[in-house]
């Protein structure tokens, strides 16, 4: 994790996540037969309590400190036989959006393995519907929108602003209430939003896409439709972020997940200045609140991050962290 140009501690354990709880396949730490030998009889008892409970929300903030504080972004998932145990049993939405499935997943990898921070269990897409974009998640075949937005119609006609996250998702504040008071004075509490650039391209292209070309080509045959729903995005995802942050999340971290399709001109148009206007948002309402920002794929232009406002800088796999320092100062 980098910081305002400084190298902080890193928080992750597992760089190559790409979406946070619930979206992305990423492997068990360490071997799959320990974590599910361990997680049936662990996730059952309290971890191991520490005097460094807050440890993740300080290095965010950009205090020193002696260790370096561990979260994964993919915290909740199938290497746990009791995440196994419901995932077969509710499809996804039901458990994402029903507050005792959600705050039950949320809350087993660190009743079973005490990392530093809980990260709600969710995905980026959950805000979609306070837009008029509904979608689902499909077993086997991920995230699908039915009527995907391709035109200024759509845009004009079908999508609109989140104005009112806690009357469209209500859920939300019981899960993240539920779990602050769960891990009050025993670790960090992580929300997350995805960026309006992943959001916008996941719309437009109907589902998970292997090159991004109907988006693509909205950029170059009709860039005013795409940057319509960005600014529609952009409003709403201010919207719900603050929403987290008021509901009781500690420290928010913005997934532009799907910033590999961008070259470093189109970050610099379609991604960069929207996922920056919610950062520079989010700071002024909310002035303790840490905010990371990640870019997966983005390495191939992380000299274009360094000025942004976020208080923290995610790096995926494919980037050397003594090459980011060089990147970044």
């Not at 539920?178 to 929300?191: N, P």
């Not at 532009?256 to 379609?270: A, I, V």
């Not at 002024?284 to 800088?313: E, K, N, T």
Request: proline share 6%.
């Amino acid at each position: 994790q980098l910081a305002g140009g400084r190298i902080m501690p890193a928080v992750l354990l597992c760089c190559t996540a790409l979406l946070a709880a619930g979206h992305t396949h990423v492997p068990a730490p360490g071997t799959g037969r320990v974590a599910h030998a361990r997680s049936s009889a662990m996730s059952r008892s309290q971890p191991v309590m520490n005097t460094d409970h807050d440890i993740l929300l300080r290095v965010a903030r950009g205090e020193k400190a002696d260790r370096t504080p561990v979260w994964l972004m993919r915290q909740a998932g199938r290497y746990m036989k009791d995440f196994r145990a419901i995932s077969t049993k509710y499809p996804f939405r039901h458990r994402s959006e029903t507050p005792e499935l959600a705050i039950e997943l949320s809350l087993q990898p660190w009743k079973a393995f005490g990392m530093d921070g809980v990260i709600m269990f969710s995905d980026i897409l959950t805000p979609l519907p306070g837009m008029g974009i509904e979608f689902d998640i499909l077993p086997g075949k991920g995230p699908r929108i039915s009527d995907p937005v391709r035109t200024m119609e759509d845009v004009k006609g079908r999508c609109h602003r989140m104005e009112d996250p806690e009357s469209s998702h209500p859920f939300i504040k019981e899960i993240l209430s539920s779990l602050r008071q769960e891990t009050e004075g025993k670790c960090t509490l992580l929300g997350f939003v995805g960026a309006p650039w992943t959001l916008a391209a996941y719309s437009a292209e109907g589902g998970a896409s292997k090159n991004c070309e109907v988006t693509k080509r909205m950029m170059y045959e009709a860039p005013e439709v795409l940057e319509g729903l960005l600014e529609i995005v952009t409003d709403s995802i201010i919207e719900y972020a603050s929403y987290q942050a008021r509901s009781g999340a500690q420290v928010l971290q913005i997934f532009d997940s799907w910033g590999q399709y961008l070259s470093p001109d189109q970050f610099l148009r379609f991604a960069k200045p929207y996922a920056e206007r919610v950062i520079v948002e989010l700071k002024a309402r909310h002035p303790d609140l840490p905010v990371i920002y990640f870019a997966h794929g983005g390495s191939g232009y992380l000299d274009l991050q360094r000025d942004m406002s976020a208080d923290m800088l995610s790096l995926d796999w494919r980037c050397d962290m003594a090459a980011a320092r060089a990147t970044l100062g």
